[in-house]
């Protein structure tokens, strides 16, 4: 079964009612091709009413859900409270999360599961800093994020692996389409060493971290590169062009 190219447009804590839905407006008379699989995470005060006016053949998802179902997490949402209003995906482990809110690896295996338990799929983020590349540390790290995921999971079907090098994220900085690939080809060969061959084969694996209209075209054509988690150009009308990245 061949992948579907997938792109999330990830518009962090940006934007007004109405100038998000000035976004979703520009998302809806575009031409979107059908080969691509696309999910919009607005902040979560806006996720019901984009979503009421956003067309049917793309997708929402929250930036961020708790580990617990329900109790007492003032300021908190979680995983089922999400699917009761009809929000069918999660982004979890953003780089964000992890370094300004202290999500370690055992925290966002946790959401991931809770995610996964209350019916949701999940953008799951894992990525290196500059220092731990510096440190030829990268394929360790994102095995280590990995890892402590996938002792709290049995099932990877409604997982996508964001990989997400911390350096690229919001920097201008694009991992080079070999660097991605390389990283993403690593990342299908702990698949298949640690879970499956068809965890390895049909998991998709998509790469964030400044992708740009200008750039995505060949990002994509690298076998391993499954489609894009884009922060900054998915504010921008050339959002569309990058989900058009593989036409
Ligand atoms: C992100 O926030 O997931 C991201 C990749 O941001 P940007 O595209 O702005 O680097």
Known sequence: MARKFFVGGNFKMNGTLSSLKGIVNTLNEAKLTSETDIVIAPPSLYLIPLKEQLRKDIAVAAQNAYLASSGAYTGEISATQLHDVGIPWVIIGHSERRALFFEADDVVAKKTKAALDAGLSVILCIGETLQEREDDKTIEVVERQLTAVKKELKDWSKVVIAYEPVWAIGT?????????????????????????QDVAENTRVIYGGSVTAANSRELATQPDIDGFLVGGASLKPEFVDIINAKV
């Open 172 to 196: 201008g900085k694009v991992a080079t389409p070999a660097q991605a690939q390389e990283v993403h080809h690593k990342i299908r060969a702990w698949a298949q060493k640690s879970i499956s």
